[in-house]
């Protein structure tokens, strides 16, 4: 257990919907980070906050937005949903912005656009 | 563009030594990471190289060469457990997009 959460585990919806994913970091961690990891494509960094303002910016597609709260917890909203983003997420911290630091994995989010 | 390459399955013998490959061409370097990921679960952190050579760990050694843009990652002692993916990871300096970029990993299948 890396003391990381998400909820929800799993998400079943239709396309052009619109879905929520939430992650708590690990206490006292202040950075996040959020991965689509697919078959075909392998783990994508989409974005990384840092004690709650954006730091780093990755493949993330303009339908699919973020941000961190301050309590730290963060939430991934995608939306106009398409077949394509069907995937596994994962959120990740670690204690400070810097790329050095070990991130740590929450158990994922598995969405399934039908 | 950014790329990183590794082999996609690699089969080794319980109790014996494997070595996994990682090739990178990326727009800059930070760093190298590798994650252990067993099927369904969430990567975990093995280790990160910054400066070249070898680092161990119990029985994982992890070496870089940045003039080759070349890593490998070295498990002895091969348990059934260590069947999961390996995945090889570049950190890219701020400024650049796609901050850290991930191989699509290398399944490691271990047989009694």
């Known amino acids: 257990d890396s003391g990381v959460t998400q909820t929800p585990k799993h998400l079943i919806t239709a396309t052009g919907q619109r879905v929520t994913l939430r992650c708590s970091p690990r206490?006292?961690?202040?950075?996040v980070y959020w991965y689509q990891q697919s078959l075909d494509q392998g783990l994508q960094f989409l974005i990384q906050?840092?004690?709650?303002?954006?730091?780093a910016k990755g493949n993330i597609l303009e339908r699919f937005s973020a941000q961190q709260f301050p309590d730290l917890h963060s939430e991934l909203n995608l939306s106009s949903l398409e077949l394509g983003d069907s995937a596994l997420y994962f959120c990740?911290?670690?204690?400070?912005?810097?790329?050095?630091?070990?991130?740590?994995f929450g158990p994922g989010t598995r969405l399934t656009v039908l | 563009g950014q790329n990183i390459d590794q082999p996609t399955e690699m089969t080794a013998t319980e109790g014996a030594i494997v070595q996994i490959n990682c090739t990178y061409q990326?727009?800059?370097?930070?760093?190298l990471f590798w994650y252990q990921q067993h099927a369904g679960e969430a990567p975990t952190f093995l280790s990160y190289?910054?400066?070249?050579g070898l680092e161990e760990k119990g029985r994982f050694s992890s070496f870089l060469s940045r003039s080759k843009g070349y890593s490998y990652l070295l498990l002895k002692e091969l348990q059934m457990k260590d069947s999961a993916s390996y995945l090889c990871?570049?950190?890219?300096?701020?400024?650049?997009?796609?901050?850290?970029?991930f191989g699509k990993g290398t399944r490691l299948h271990i047989l009694p």
């Open positions: 990740a911290s670690s204690t400070s912005g810097s790329p050095y630091n070990e991130q740590f």
């Open positions: 206490s006292g961690d202040l950075s």
């Open positions: 906050y840092y004690n709650g303002e954006e730091r």
């Open positions: 990326t727009s800059g370097f930070n760093g």
């Open positions: 190289n910054v400066l070249d």
């Open positions: 990871a570049v950190s890219l300096p701020r400024g650049r997009d796609d901050k850290i970029i």
